[in-house]
């Protein structure tokens, strides 16, 4: 793991040297607790050290649609990144397949290579099953559904403060989070719970959400765990 860690450093130490973006790919989001906890304290600390290189992660695992922020262990705790985690194609617990798509900003001189937006789409299962066609539906977009015109952390930070402020919009964003499945609601423990998920982006972490201690949350999360 050593290894790993030294050879990561390595190639973002170069990327930044050379004026290069990178993004971030992987499977099981750094703020959930089947991520080992050494693995992700170590990772939110590169991540940190490199906030301006690193330009977008992007993760899966979950089968749901949320993201997790990250935030400056050194300086003044300012978000510096956050891992979107897409939903799946798997028919999982009732889900719908899933497939995303993201926007970047483009090739051209000054690029910041961030993302800038991104479509959700759901497929239409009944007119499989009935019609035998394959049919995607826009579930939703960044850009109309939360009024954000580019994803970077201060963006995202915003969104993160309007969904602790506005309980009906975070209604609407959970809605989206379970794919537009009929019969989900989320009671206070729930949205509590899903708050303290997006503020996190380190599992284990017992301070970053005072208001639900580290055992409930690992408790709801294991219920919630579907792979």
Known sequence: CKQWYQRR??????AEKAGIKVIILGHIPTGRIDCLKSFSWNFYRIVDRFESTIVGQFMGHTHLDHFMMQYSEETDHHPTSYQFVSPSLTT????R?????????GLYSGSTYRPLKHE?????????????????????DTESAYNLTWLVPDEMETLVTRLEGDRSFFNKTYYNYMYH???NT???????????????????DPTI???????????RELKNKMC
């Not at 999982?92 to 889900?95: E, Q, R, V």
């Not at 959700?120 to 049919?135: C, G, I, P, Q």
Request: one cysteine or more; a negative charge.
């Open 97 to 105: 397949p899933s497939i995303r798509v993201y926007t970047f900003d």
């Open 181 to 183: 499945t009929n019969g």
């Open 120 to 140: 959700t789409y759901l497929f239409d299962m009944d007119r499989a099953n009935s019609k035998n066609e394959t049919v995607w539906e826009l579930e939703y």
């Open 209 to 219: 959400c005072p208001a639900m201690s580290l055992e409930e949350r690992r408790k």
């Open 186 to 204: 989320c009671d206070d423990d729930c949205y509590q719970y899903e708050l303290c998920q997006l503020r996190t982006g380190r599992s284990h």
């Open 9 to 14: 450093v390595r190639e973002l130490t170069w």
């Open 92 to 95: 999982f617990a009732d889900l």
